[in-house]
């Protein structure tokens, strides 16, 4: 799935997105339902930590330049 491909680079949204997508045309995608908890998991303990860039869907430790 796309969306795994954009947990691995920490792409949080675009990851939650796409697996919400995969959701809506086949709600039984275990791929799909397997990776959305862990992606938004993920994005929420960025968020509280104040570890994500609000430019960004990285975590600040993650960005490089």
């Given at each position: ?24 045309i ?38 490089h330049?």
């Amino acid at each position: 799935l796309r969306g795994d491909s954009y947990r691995s680079l920490l792409k949080w949204t675009s990851a939650i997105a796409d697996y919400k997508s995969a959701m809506a045309i086949d709600p039984e995608d275990q791929k799909a339902k397997e990776g959305l908890p862990l992606a938004e998991a993920k994005i929420s303990v960025e968020k509280k930590s104040g570890n994500l860039d609000k430019n960004s869907e990285k975590p600040r430790s993650e960005k490089h330049g």
